[in-house]
């Protein structure tokens, strides 16, 4: 039996959970099952008690405490230890049917999305080709206000292109808290961001005067100010924003948590990548009402 999930990523601060909230609550309004699992190890505060939560298996907390590892570390160890007990996951996973969406929080250490070979090996595990059959979409979250800073933008992009590459599933890139920047930029300019192409440098505000030049003497060329308007590091931005341009696969969709319509969109996305909506058991109509032709009433 097919079974239908939905991986949300992204660094730190993006609107993970609050996207994981948005989505419970959406589904709930539309009747819709889901079953809500926490896999990130240093999660305190939800809105919606997790169905499943892998601190009942280990915690962040504990491994730094007991292995004496840094956060990074010690989210790395929590993830192996995982992969070492995937049995935590598969027996309350296996009985659901194909009614249920299975929202996968996950934690904001963008390694495991770009680099670090655990999720690969999770996603195999949870997917068609392992023991869950889960059709699987993930989502990929960047905040928008990076949209204000072009290189953090295009650094952001890349660790959404290389998580797609990475993890091999049907995949969606989305823009949250658009609220934060519905008062700085025009409907007009956000819609450049949707397709990142090189010409959002052509005219990057951060680009004053003195842009591109050398340090001027007297100087500290290691400053932040100085380095981030060196001409290297104008030539290592548009480098990375031609790699992302010559792939040409990622776009993003807009999100804004607290609006429902916004949510459901996304939604729509999502269900289509996994093909929800197909897999599910058509509804048999009601009965037709018997009428009493002879009843004068009628």
């Known amino acids: 039996m097919s079974k239908f999930g939905v991986l949300v990523m992204g660094p730190a601060g993006s609107g993970k959970t609050t996207f994981c909230t948005a989505l419970i609550q959406y589904l709930r309004?539309?009747?819709?099952?889901?079953?809500?699992?926490?896999?990130?190890?240093?999660?305190?505060?939800?809105?919606?008690?997790?169905?499943?939560?892998?601190?009942?298996?280990?915690?962040?907390?504990?491994?730094?405490?007991?292995?004496?590892?840094?956060?990074?570390?010690?989210?790395?160890?929590?993830?192996?230890?995982?992969?070492?007990?995937?049995?935590?996951?598969?027996?309350?996973?296996?009985?659901?049917?194909e009614e249920y969406l299975i929202i996968f929080d996950m934690p904001g250490q963008i390694e495991l999305y770009t680099h670090i070979p655990i999720l690969p090996t999770l996603i195999k595990h949870l997917t068609r080709t392992g023991a869950l059959n889960i059709s699987l979409c993930a989502t990929y979250l960047l905040e928008s206000t990076f949209v204000i800073d072009r290189a953090k933008y295009f650094a952001g992009t890349l660790s959404a292109m290389s998580a797609m590459i990475m993890l091999e599933i049907p995949h969606v890139n989305i823009l949250t808290k658009m609220d934060l920047v519905k008062g700085t930029i025009g409907k007009r300019e956000l819609k450049r961001?949707?397709?990142?192409?090189?010409?959002?440098?052509?005219?990057?505000?951060?680009?004053?005067?003195?842009?591109?030049?050398?340090?001027?003497?007297?100087?500290?060329?290691?400053?932040?100010?100085?380095?981030?308007?060196?001409?290297?590091?104008?030539?290592?931005?548009?480098?990375?924003?031609?790699?992302?341009?010559?792939?040409?696969?990622?776009?993003?969709?807009?999100?804004?948590?607290?609006?429902?319509?916004?949510?459901?969109?996304?939604?729509?996305?999502?269900?289509?990548?996994?093909?929800f909506h197909e897999a599910q058991e058509p509804k048999e109509p009601k009965d037709e009402i018997e009428v009493d032709w002879e009843d004068p009433n009628v």
């Not at 292995?67 to 296996?94: A, H, I, K, Q, S």
Request: hydrophobic fraction near 40%; proline fraction near 6%.
């Open 193 to 275: 961001f949707i397709d990142p192409d090189t010409t959002l440098l052509d005219d990057d505000p951060a680009d004053g005067p003195a842009a591109g030049k050398d340090t001027a003497e007297g100087e500290d060329p290691a400053s932040r100010d100085n380095v981030m308007r060196g001409s290297s590091f104008k030539l290592l931005n548009r480098a990375v924003a031609q790699l992302i341009d010559s792939f040409s696969m990622v776009s993003f969709l807009q999100l804004e948590a607290q609006n429902e319509e916004s949510v459901g969109s996304v939604l729509s996305y999502v269900d289509d990548a996994i093909q």
């Open 29 to 97: 309004n539309n009747k819709r099952s889901c079953f809500y699992v926490n896999l990130d190890p240093a999660a305190e505060e939800f809105a919606y008690e997790p169905d499943l939560d892998i601190k009942d298996l280990i915690s962040l907390e504990d491994v730094m405490e007991d292995m004496g590892l840094g956060p990074n570390g010690g989210l790395v160890y929590c993830f192996e230890f995982l992969l070492e007990n995937l049995d935590f996951l598969t027996e309350p996973l296996d009985p659901l049917t």
